[in-house]
């Protein structure tokens, strides 16, 4: 028997067992059977859009979870984690953006495709491409308890082995409140935590502060305290630490502009978890001489964790009417994917292998 904990309600639910659904018009579930008379393309093709059901869900709190969710074993479930406006937001659109582009991924061999086609057409539709394409600045996520933004399978063609990933993105002020509900958090197997610099009183100036983002530990308390590990040394969630909006230090801090050469860098960089240590070492080492310690909390208590540098957008938003626009000659994000593929490797999802310095060379 498989199981699966439910993201949404963090019940276990007998996975082959649970009832197939599929939407209606109206939003409703449905039931999925199939018919005598229908051939396989028929089935499939009604199959298309299919969910399980979470069982026990009832009334208003009915739901149901991509049909091929647990169809993997366990699947990694990502959160993203850092206060309102830090940049969750537009970092996971362009991390998504790369990660389901199939002619890179093949580079790192693996194969990406969507667990849930309507969910990811409508992120895609909505977010990742009215950003990356016509450098559209997207909107505050609602402070509401936290959904899926997107989930896929990985198939890793080295290893042969497949994966679920789920991914979150949840509001800043929904994870800085202690009172808020964040079930997610019991079924999530990794971190991305997401440093914004300007709220760094070094750097951003009077209004930043010294003790660091809150959410990240009040996200690393509960986690400690549902998962049990109050009192343990180290939590074994892996974890990335994303120095985000790198656009704009990269001019001014030696440590951030080595790893954003101008002119570009190879776009292979990205996919050379070899530098990750080295990366790592830096990020430290910035954010202690910016006398930001206190967003290393998450580096000190994931017992897995690597630091990073990144830009979601290359370029401040300019403001146009009630939004943000991005001027497409200067939208370019960088380094967005490298995280997400360290997280991976400390997921066992990719060859942990790659993140060692030495790893490098037997993949060229
Ligand atoms: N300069 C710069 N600004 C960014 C970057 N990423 C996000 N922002 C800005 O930061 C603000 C908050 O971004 P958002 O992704 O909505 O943050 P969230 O609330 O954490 O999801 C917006 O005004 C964005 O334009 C970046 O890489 N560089
Ligand atoms: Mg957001
Ligand atoms: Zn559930």
């Not at 498989?2 to 082959?16: A, F, G, K």
């Not at 479930?77 to 406006?85: D, F, L, P």
């Not at 208590?301 to 540098?309: E, G, I, Q």
Request: negative net charge; proline residues 6%.
């Amino acid at each position: 028997m498989t199981t699966v904990r439910c993201p949404i309600c963090l019940r276990l639910i007998d996975w082959s067992a649970a009832e197939e659904v599929v939407m209606t018009p109206a939003g409703t579930y449905e039931r999925l059977e199939r018919r005598p008379d229908e051939d396989d393309i028929q089935w499939n093709h009604r199959r298309l859009n299919v969910y399980r059901m979470c069982p026990g869900s009832a009334g208003s709190s009915q739901h149901a979870l991509p049909g091929r969710y647990g169809d993997f074993g366990e699947p990694l479930v990502i959160g993203m984690v850092g206060e309102s406006a830090s940049g969750k937001t537009h970092l996971l659109a362009a991390m998504i953006g790369m990660f389901c582009d199939a002619a890179r991924m093949t580079r790192i061999g693996l194969s990406v495709g969507a667990l849930d086609l309507a969910m990811h057409d409508q992120y895609m539709r909505e977010q990742v491409r009215p950003f990356l394409d016509n450098g559209q600045g997207l909107l505050g996520t609602r402070p509401a308890p936290p959904e899926f933004t997107d989930a896929f399978w990985v198939h890793n063609r080295r290893t042969g082995r497949d994966t679920a990933i789920a991914f979150f993105d949840v509001s800043g002020e929904w994870l800085a409140s202690h009172e808020s509900e964040t079930p997610f958090l019991g079924a999530v197997n990794g971190l991305i935590f997401v440093v914004d610099p300007a709220r760094i009183r070094r750097l951003g100036g009077a209004g930043g502060s010294v003790t660091g983002d809150p959410s990240f530990g009040i996200v690393l308390d509960k986690l400690a305290r549902i998962r049990g590990f109050e009192g343990s040394a180290f939590l074994p969630v892996p974890a990335v630490v994303v120095i985000g909006k790198c656009d704009l230090l990269r001019h001014t801090e030696d440590l951030v502009g080595r790893w954003f050469p101008r002119g570009g860098q190879d776009d292979q960089e990205e996919f050379d978890l070899g530098t990750v240590e080295e990366e790592s070492e830096d990020a430290y080492a910035f954010l202690w001489t910016v006398e930001a310690g206190g967003w290393l909390a998450p580096f000190v208590r994931c017992a897995d964790s690597t630091l990073h540098f990144a830009t979601a957008t290359g370029t401040k938003a300019v403001l146009e009417g009630d939004g943000e626009t991005f001027p497409l000659e200067l939208l370019k994000p960088r380094r967005t994917l490298k995280p997400l593929l360290s997280l991976l490797a400390m997921s066992g999802v990719l060859e942990r292998d790659k993140l060692s310095p030495a790893g490098r060379r037997g993949d060229r």
